[in-house]
C-alpha cells in the first residue's frame, strides 16, 4: 500500500513516453533487453573454437606444492592443456605489477606464480577442454601432493598478534588522534556502558560468478569480457602482468549481475584465462564455480570494544571505540570502522582505534558499506544501550547530541538533513508509540519489539571525462568508462543527459563498460553518479552551449538577441525562459548550420579545494519493527521505514532499489549471513546457498522508503551524493536494538541466529 502511495506522488516515466527530468521514478532503460535475455553477462559471449578452463583449488591453507600429477587429467577426451605454475606462460615478477587500481599495501596474490600455497581454495591449476564438462571432469583427477605447514586462521585466538596497519591505501582514513581524556572521563561516569560486539565472516555471492570469456583474434589482440566493477582497472592489471601494450587488450563489462564490492579489485580467473588464451593461442573462458567464491573476498571478522559516557541528561562525555579485524598474511586490507563514531555525534572525549590481525585467508574484500555495516552496527548498538542505562528514548538520545558541525574536524557539512530523516522516518513509522521499557508489546506467542539507529556514510566524488555526440536527427549518445553493477547507471545517465538537453529519454544512449571509452573510476564508494553524472553534465553543457553559438548565428533566429542564460533545453527546443514564442528546435538548429554531428569531450576534475572545506557524507535513520518467537529463537523483521538524505535523488525509481537492497542484506548482516571456518582446516566450511543463509522472500515484509529533501552542489554540480551503501548502514543495529526492546536480551554478535535467542 504504501508503495503504491510511493507511486502515485513521483512523477513517473517509463522508457518510450518522452520527456524526463531529474528526480522522476524511471524504469531501467536496459531493463527490456535484460528481462528478454538480450543482456550479455561475462560468460555469455560467444567466440569461436571457444576453449574451457576449469581452476583446481588448494586442499590445504598453508605449504608448498610438492608435486602435481596431470596425466590423468590430459588423457581425458576433449582435455588441451593442464596449466599449473610448473608450465604457465611467463608472468611478470615485482608486486607493482600486480597492483590493480584499488590494490591495499602490500603483496598482491599472484595465481599460478610458484609452489607456495597461502590459503585454502587457492588455484593450483587450471584445467583447459574443449567443453565446459570435459575440463570439470578432468579437473577431479589432478593429484596434488603438498607439504604442510601450520596455519593460523582464528582471529580471536589470534588477537595479541594484532597491529596498527599502514596507511598506504586510497581512501583509506586511520582512526583520528585522541580528543580529550576519554578513559578518564569514563572511568569517573556516573551512566556509562561498555560491550564487546562480534561480526563473523560474510561471503560475496552476487547472483553472476566470477567469469571471464578471452576472445582472441587472428593478431593476437584481446577482447576481454569480465565480470568487473572498473573494465579499465582489469585493462591495466591484465597490461601489467603480462606485459602487453594497452592497445593490444581491450576490456568490456556492459552487464554486470550483481558485485558490491566483489568486482573492485581484478579477480584470479581474469589473468587465468589470460594465461591459457596466451599460452594456447586461442580464445578461453573461466567461471568460477559458488563454491570457489566462497574461498576468497570477505567481509573481514571483527571484534570491536565500544564505551560510551553520559551526563544525566543524556549528553555523550565520552566514546571509545576499538577494533581489531582480519587481514591476510599478504596485504593489509584496511577499512573505515571506527571513524564514523568520532564524526556522528557531538562529544568532546574520543578515543578511536582499529588493529589487524595477519591470518593464512585470502585477503578480505570491501563489500557494500566496508567498514561502516560493522562499525555503525557497534555504535548504534551501544548507543542503546546507553539509551537504557539513562532511562531515555533512544531517538531522543541521538537528537539531544545530534552534531551541527562535524566533530572529529570541525567542518560545516555540505549538507546534512539527518534531523529531517529521524523526524520523517519516526513519524511515518509510528515512533511516539513507543513504550520506553522493554518486553511490553505482545501478540499470541510473538514478543515485538521496536527499534532505531542512524546510519552514514562518505559523499565522494572522483575524476572522470565524457564524450558526446549529437546527431542531426536529435538523438544525442553520450559515453564514459563507467559500469553499472546493476544499480542502474544506464538509467541515471541517460536521465542526466535527456534532463540536460530537453531531449526524450529514447533520444539518449548512455554506453559504458568497454575499457576504451572515456577515463572513468571503478563503479564503488557509491560515487559514481556524483562522478560520472557531473562529467556527463558537464559534456551536456557544452553542447548546450554549442547549440546555443549556432542558433544565434542562422538567418533571421529567433534567439538572436538571447543570453545563454535566459535560454531553457526543453522538449526539444532551445527557448527563452518565459516565452514560450522564442523558440526554435534543436533538429532545426542542426540542419540550419548544416551540422550532421556535433561533438564535444569533458573532463570532471573535483573542486578537492573546495570540497575540502567539508564534511561530505550521506546519513539516514532506520527505524524497524521485529516479532520474536522466545522459544524457537526466531526474528521476523515486519516493518521498516528508511529514512535517507542522500543529496538530490536522480531516479527515484531505482534509487528507491538500491535502499530496498540495502535493507534486505542488513537483515541478512543482522540474522542470517556467516561463514564458518574449521580453523583444524583453516578452511570455510558452509561454502554453498544451502548452507550459507542469505535473506530470501519469506524473510522480507514491509519496506518503506523516505528520501528527504537534499541538493548538495558541493558534492557535485548535479546536487547528487549516492545511494548505494547507505541503504544497508545501520539496518543490522536496529534490528538488533528491536530484538532488546522485544525481549530485554542484548545479542551483541552477529549474525543474531535462533540458537542465540532461544530462551
Ligand atoms: Mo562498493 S563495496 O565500493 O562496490
Known amino acids: 500500500m504504501t508503495d503504491l502511495i510511493e507511486a502515485l506522488r513521483t ?50 591453507p598453508v605449504g608448498r606444492i610438492k608435486e602435481i600429477r596431470v596425466a590423468a587429467a590430459l588423457a581425458t577426451p576433449g582435455v588441451v592443456d593442464v596449466i599449473t605454475h610448473a608450465n604457465r606462460p611467463r608472468i611478470r615478477s615485482f608486486d607493482i605489477f600486480y597492483k590493480d587500481m584499488t590494490a591495499p599495501s602490500g603483496s598482491p596474490f599472484r595465481p599460478l606464480y610458484d609452489d607456495k600455497i597461502a590459503y585454502s581454495g587457492q588455484p593450483v591449476a587450471l584445467v583447459v577442454a574443449a567443453t565446459f564438462e570435459a575440463a570439470r571432469y578432468a579437473a577431479r583427477l589432478v593429484e596434488v601432493d603438498y607439504e604442510v605447514e601450520n596455519h593460523a586462521t582464528s582471529l580471536v585466538e589470534n588477537r595479541e598478534r594484532s597491529y596498527k596497519p599502514s596507511r598506504l591505501k586510497a581512501g583509506f582514513t586511520p582512526p583520528p588522534d585522541p580528543k580529550g581524556h576519554a578513559d578518564e572521563v569514563w572511568e569517573k561516569a556516573a551512566v556509562k556502558i561498555e560491550g564487546q560486539y562480534y561480526s563473523g565472516v560474510e561471503h560475496h555471492n552476487p547472483l553472476e560468478m566470477f567469469a571471464s570469456t578471452v576472445i582472441r583474434s587472428e593478431d593476437g589482440h584481446l577482447t576481454i569480457y569480465d565480470k568487473t566493477q572498473s573494465s579499465q582497472n582489469s585493462r591495466w592489471y591484465v597490461s601489467h602482468v603480462f606485459g602487453l601494450s594497452k592497445h593490444k587488450v581491450t576490456v568490456r563489462n556492459p552487464y554486470v549481475g550483481g558485485a558490491f564490492g566483489s568486482g573492485l579489485r581484478p579477480q584470479y580467473q581474469l589473468p587465468l584465462a589470460v594465461m591459457a588464451a596466451l599460452k594456447l593461442e586461442r580464445s578461453v573462458r573461466v567461471v568460477l564455480t559458488r563454491q570457489q567464491m566462497f574461498t576468497f573476498g570477505h567481509r573481514p571478522e571483527t571484534v570491536q570494544r565500544v564505551k560510551l559516557a553520559a551526563q544525566a541528561d543524556g549528553t555523550l562525555s565520552a566514546i571509545i571505540h576499538e577494533a581489531v579485524a582480519e587481514t591476510s598474511r599478504m596485504e593489509d586490507y584496511v577499512e573505515v570502522v571506527v571513524n564514523w563514531s568520532g564524526e556522528l555525534y557531538a562529544c568532546e572525549h574520543v578515543r578511536l582505534g582499529y588493529h589487524l590481525v595477519d591470518l593464512d585467508h585470502a585477503s578480505p574484500m570491501d563489500m557494500r558499506a566496508p567498514g561502516a555495516a560493522h562499525g555503525m552496527h557497534a555504535l548504534e548498538v551501544a548507543m542503546d544501550e546507553l539509551s537504557y542505562a539513562l532511562n531515555m528514548d533512544p531517538l531522543a538520545l541521538r537528537l539531544k547530541n545530534y552534531a551541527e558541525i562535524d566533530p572529529s574536524h570541525g567542518l560545516p557539512y555540505s549538507t546534512k538533513e539527518l534531523r529531517a530523516c529521524y523526524e520523517q522516518g519516526a513519524e511515518r513509522f509510528g515512533w511516539s508509540r513507543r513504550p520506553l521499557a522493554p518486553g511490553t508489546m505482545r501478540e499470541g506467542r510473538e514478543l515485538i519489539g521496536w527499534g532505531m539507529a542512524t546510519g552514514m556514510w562518505d559523499a565522494m566524488q572522483m575524476f572522470a571525462r565524457a564524450s558526446a555526440v549529437l546527431h542531426a536527427d536529435g538523438s544525442l549518445v553520450v559515453s564514459s568508462a563507467a559500469t553499472d553493477i546493476g544499480t542502474g547507471t544506464y538509467t541515471a545517465m541517460s536521465i542526466i543527459a535527456a534532463d540536460a538537453l530537453g531531449l526524450p529519454l529514447e533520444r539518449v544512449r548512455f554506453q559504458l563498460g568497454d575499457s576504451t571509452l572515456p577515463v572513468a573510476p571503478i563503479e564503488g564508494g557509491s560515487s559514481h553518479v556524483a562522478t560520472v553524472g557531473s562529467a556527463v553534465q558537464g559534456v551536456c553543457e557544452k553542447l548546450q552551449k554549442t547549440l546555443f553559438k549556432l542558433a544565434k548565428k542562422l538567418p533571421s533566429s529567433p534567439l538572436a538577441k538571447a543570453r545563454f542564460a535566459d535560454v531553457e533545453f526543453t522538449g526539444g527546443l532551445l527557448r527563452v525562459r518565459g516565452r514560450p514564442e522564442t523558440a526554435i528546435s534543436l533538429v532545426d538548429v542542426m540542419a540550419g548550420s548544416g551540422e550532421s554531428r556535433l561533438e564535444e569531450k569533458y573532463m570532471m576534475l573535483p573542486n578537492m579545494l573546495k570540497q575540502m572545506k567539508y564534511q561530505r557524507s550521506t546519513h539516514s535513520a532506520v527505524f524497524v519493527e521485529v516479532r520474536v518467537d522466545p522459544e524457537f529463537g526466531t526474528v521476523r523483521v515486519t516493518r521498516v521505514v528508511s529514512a535517507i538524505a542522500a543529496g538530490r535523488i536522480i ?44 535473506s530470501v522472500n519469506a524473510d522480507i515484509h514491509e519496506i518503506d522508503v523516505i528520501f528527504v529533501q537534499e541538493d548538495d552542489r558541493i558534492v557535485s554540480r548535479i546536487g547528487a551524493k549516492g545511494v548505494g551503501e547507505i541503504g544497508l548502514v545501520g539496518v543490522s543495529a536496529a534490528v538488533c536494538n528491536a530484538i532488546y526492546h522485544a525481549t530485554g536480551r542484548r545479542e551483541r554478535s552477529t549474525p543474531m541466529t535462533p540458537d542465540k535467542l532461544m530462551q
Not at 534509487?655 to 542470517?672: K, M, N, T
Request: glycine content about 12%; overall charge negative.
Open 651 to 694: 531516479n527515484a525509481k531505482t534509487a528507491r532499489s538500491q535502499i530496498v537492497g540495502g535493507v534486505v542484506w542488513g537483515i541478512g548482516q543482522a540474522l542470517h549471513e556467516e561463514t564458518f571456518c574449521d580453523h583444524r582446516l583453516g578452511r570455510f566450511m558452509n561454502h554453498n546457498l544451502a548452507e550459507y543463509h542469505v
Open 11 to 60: 512523477p513517473s516515466a517509463e522508457p518510450g513516453t518522452g520527456a524526463v527530468s531529474i528526480g522522476m521514478a524511471v524504469s531501467r532503460v536496459d531493463g527490456r533487453d535484460k528481462v528478454m535475455g538480450k543482456a550479455r553477462y561475462a560468460a555469455e559471449h560467444p567466440a569461436e573454437d571457444l576453449l574451457y578452463g576449469v581452476v583446481v583449488s588448494s586442499s590445504i
